[in-house]
C-alpha cells in the first residue's frame, strides 16, 4: 500500500477540469485507489469516479490523502502527486 | 401595468419583443419496476452510449462557441456516465428489479443531492451538470419528449440560468435577448449573447418568474434592466432607439473595412485582441486593420509538456496568413502564478498578480522565451511581425529581452533561415512604473501597448476579479489617465506609436478621450471592430484633445463618464 498526503493549491481545487485530469490520471492505472478530504473529514471514495470524487468538496487549501493498493500503486501514487503539485496545468484565464 | 426590473448589464443593446420562457422538458412519470434486468441492463447500456454520441458531437459542433471552461463540463459530463460509482449503484437496483430508467434517474438524484450540499458554490453549481447528463440518458431510455422548441419568431429568451448544453440548442437567429434570473456577466448565457451581438441582462433575481410567457419585453443591455408590458410611449421610444442602434449596427458594419479616420482625417487602427486561429479568421471578417494582441497562452495551456518549435512556427505562420499581410502583434507567453503550467513548475504565490509573472516568468525559464522568439522570427519572415513582451516593469528587463531577441535574430541568421523584414519590437504597459518612466523605455522599443485591465487594478489597487471592488476598477478614471497621458507624451514626436489594448480601448466613452490623449491603435474584442470604427469616425482629433485634456482634471471615473456623455449629446441627438 501507498498513500500521500497533498495539499491543493490550484485555483478551485478538485473541481471541474482538475476533477476530470484527476479521475482520467486515476483510470489508467489497475490499483485500486481512494482519496479522501482530510480538511473535510470525509470517507475515502473510489479515485477512479468523478462523481465520488467531486462529493468530497475539496476546494483550494484542502488537504487530500490518497491511498493506492494493487501491482502498480507505486507509479499510481506518483502520477496523482505530480498532477496535484503541478496545479493541473490549470487554466486561471 | 408596466413593470421595470433592474439586473446587472452583460451584454449591450435594445431589444424589443415577446418572452419565451425557457423550460426544461416535462417527464411523465418513471416506470418503477422493469422488466428482466438483462433487458434493462442492455437498454439502459444503449442510452448512455447514446448519450455520449451527442456530448462529443456537441463538444465538436461548439468549439468556437464555447469557452474552454464550457467546453470542459462537456468532457466532465463523458466521464460522468462512465462513474464506475454510478454504475455500481445502478447496476444494484437493476438487480432488484428496478427499470432502468428508476435506477438510473435515483442514482443520479444521489449524487446531485450530496453536490448540492456542499458549502462551496463551485461544486454547488456541479450538481446542475450532474442532472443535466442524468437528463440526457432519461431522454433516450423513455423516448422522452424533446425539449420545448423555440417558436418560429424572434423572442426574448427568458431563463433561471442557462447551461452550455442548453444555449447550444438555442437558434441564434431567433434570439433577440437573454434574462436570466441568476448568473453573472461570465454566465453561459452573457457569454453567448456578447458572442452574438444580442443584449443581455442578467441576475434579475426572483422577480423574474412574475413574467408570463409572451409578454412583451423591452430589455436594455447597456443599463441592465428590463420592462414587462411597458406603455406604448415607452415602446414607441424603444423602438426608435433599437431601430436606431440596429440602422447604426448595419452603417457600422458597412464600412467596417474602411479604415478609421477622425472627422479632421487622422487615422487611428481599429485592431483586435485574439488567442485563436478562429478569433483571428473572425477579426478579419469584422474589418480588423491589424491584430492589436495575440494571445500565444492557448499554445501552452493544458497539455503536459511545452509545444514544439514546430507546432509554434505552424500556429504563427497560419495566424500570419489568416491576417492576409495585415499587422500581428504577438504578445509572448503570459502566464503567472494564477495560471501555472504543469511543465512550468511555480510555486505557489500569495499574490499571484503581484508576483512572478509575464517576463518574470520568462526570465526564469529563458529556453521556452528563446524557443517562442525562433519560431516567431521563423513564422514571420514576408510578414509584418510585431512582438510584444508583457508585464515589463524595469528598464533592465527590457534591455535583456532585446539582447535575447538579438542573440536568437543571429542565430537564426548564421543558420541561414530568412528573417522577417517589417518587424517591431514592444511592450505592455500595465505596470504603473512603466507607464511613469515611459521616456526610459522608448528607446528599446518601437511601441508601446497600454493593458489598461492591469494597469487600472494596479493603479487604483482594485482587483477587477472581485465584485466587492470591481466597480472601483474604471479604467476612466483620471489617475489611470494620466499615466496613458505620460506614455502618450514619451512617444510624441518620435514616430513610435502607442495602443490600448484593455477593455477601456472597446468602451464607446473612452474612445475619443484615449485618441484624445494620443493613442493611435484601439484593439478591442473582434465583434467590437465596427462600432469602434464607428465611434473613431464621429470625432475630430481636436474635439477629442480638448475633452482628454478636460478628462485629465477631472476627480473620479464617473466624472469622466460625464463629460463624455455631455460632449456626445449634441452629436447623438
Known sequence: MQQVTLTLTNAVGLHARPAALFVQTAARFRSNITVRNLTRGTPPVNAKAILAVLTLGAEHGHEIEIVAEGPDEEEAIAALQALVESRFGEDGG | MSRRLQGLPASPGIALGPAWWFRRAERGPLRARGEDPAVERARLEAARQQAAAELAALQEANRDRLSPEELAIFEAQTLMLQDPELLAQVEAALAEGASAEAAWSQAVEAFVAQLAALPDPYFQARAADVRDVGNRVLRHLMGAPEEPAMPAHPVIVVADDLLPSETVRLDPQRVLAFVTEGGGPTAHAAILARRLGVPAVVAVGSALRAIPDGATLLVDGEAGWVEIEPAPEVIRQARARQARWQAERAQAEAVAHEPALTRDGVQIEVAA?????????????????????????????????????????????????????????????????????????????????????????????????????????????????????????????????????????????????????????????????????????????????????????????????????????????????????????????????????????????????????????????????????????????????????????????????????????????
Open chain 2, 273 to 573: 485582441n485574439v488567442g485563436s486561429l478562429e478569433d483571428a479568421q473572425e477579426a478579419f471578417r469584422r474589418g480588423a486593420d491589424a491584430i492589436g494582441l495575440l494571445r500565444t497562452e492557448f499554445l501552452y495551456l493544458e497539455r503536459t509538456a511545452a509545444p514544439t518549435e514546430e507546432e509554434e512556427v505552424a500556429a504563427y505562420r497560419a495566424l500570419l496568413e489568416a491576417m492576409g499581410g495585415k499587422p500581428v502583434v504577438v504578445r509572448t507567453l503570459d502566464v503567472g502564478g494564477d495560471k501555472p503550467l504543469p511543465y512550468l513548475p511555480m510555486p505557489s504565490e500569495p499574490n499571484p498578480f503581484l508576483g512572478v509573472r509575464g517576463v518574470r516568468l520568462s526570465r526564469q525559464h529563458p529556453d521556452l522565451l528563446r524557443q517562442q522568439l525562433r519560431a516567431l522570427l521563423r513564422a514571420g519572415a514576408g510578414f509584418p511581425l510585431r512582438i510584444m513582451f508583457p508585464m515589463v516593469s524595469t528598464v533592465e528587463e527590457i534591455r535583456w529581452l532585446r539582447a535575447l531577441l538579438d542573440e536568437v535574430r543571429a542565430a537564426l541568421a548564421r543558420e541561414g533561415i530568412p528573417l522577417p523584414e517589417d518587424l517591431q519590437v514592444g511592450m505592455m504597459v500595465e505596470v504603473p512604473a512603466a507607464a511613469l518612466l515611459a521616456e526610459h523605455f522608448r528607446p528599446w522599443v518601437d511601441f508601446f501597448s497600454i493593458g489598461t485591465n492591469d494597469l487600472t487594478q494596479y493603479v487604483l489597487a482594485a482587483d477587477r476579479t472581485n465584485p466587492a471592488v470591481a466597480g472601483m476598477a474604471d479604467g476612466l478614471h483620471p489617475a489611470v489617465l494620466r499615466l496613458i497621458r505620460q506614455v502618450t507624451a514619451a512617444a510624441e514626436g518620435t514616430g513610435k506609436w502607442v495602443g490600448v489594448c484593455g477593455e477601456l480601448a472597446g468602451d464607446l466613452q473612452a474612445v475619443p478621450v484615449l485618441i484624445g490623449l494620443g493613442v493611435r491603435e484601439l484593439s478591442v474584442n473582434p465583434v467590437r471592430v465596427p462600432e469602434v470604427k464607428a465611434a473613431v469616425r464621429r470625432w475630430s482629433l481636436q474635439e477629442a484633445q480638448a475633452l482628454a485634456e478636460a478628462a485629465l482634471a477631472q476627480e473620479d471615473a464617473p466624472a469622466v463618464r460625464r463629460l463624455v456623455r455631455d460632449a456626445l449629446r449634441p452629436v447623438s441627438d
